[in-house]
């Protein structure tokens, strides 16, 4: 079968946070780790987890259950930390964000995704490129691109240049 436009698949991979699914585009992901550890860092946005040593590097960690609006729980356990890689105006960022679990690799056909017209309050729908249903489950695909703007990046660049404690 010839790849139309219309008929391209791309992979994504899955991560679920609470009972919600997501995706985003797998040429984002470097890898996923788990999360054995996250070092504070006092005095940054509240989303911001801290950092990790990553490959000999210090990564910033995003908690994506405060970036996209969903309730902290105490018993949660943050098991996954997915290292991913984007471009925000022309700049490449590296950070990790922190996911309960990862689903696993999907194949979806980009005709298949659904634009995301209002899901009301919950989300910043410019975080949103679209949504689909996957059997009996909703995938809501993100933007990675669009969900750290250009001067989220730099603060959270910035966090690996301060003062450290460890979190427990």
Do not use: C, H, W
Not at 115 to 137: C, H, I, M, S, T
């Amino acid at each position: 079968m010839e790849n139309l436009p219309g008929n391209r698949e791309s992979t994504y991979l899955g991560f679920r946070i609470e009972n919600e699914t997501f995706a985003i585009n797998a040429e984002n992901v470097i890898e996923v780790v788990r999360n054995e550890g996250v070092t504070s860092v006092p005095k940054t946005a509240d989303y911001v987890e801290g950092i990790i040593n990553f490959r000999g590097d210090i990564l910033s960690v995003v908690n994506a259950r405060k970036k996209l609006n969903i309730p902290e729980r105490q018993d949660a356990i943050k098991k996954v930390i997915i290292v991913i890689e984007f471009e925000t105006n022309g700049n490449t960022s590296t950070l990790g964000i922190i996911a309960d679990k990862v689903t696993g690799v999907l194949n979806l056909q980009e005709k298949d995704i659904q634009p995301v017209l209002e899901f009301g309050n919950y989300y910043n729908p410019e975080y949103l490129r679209g949504a689909l249903r996957v059997k009996d489950k909703i995938i809501t695909i993100l933007n990675i691109e669009k969900i750290f703007s250009e001067e989220e990046v730099r603060i959270i660049k910035s966090v690996k240049d301060k003062k450290i404690t460890n979190k427990k």
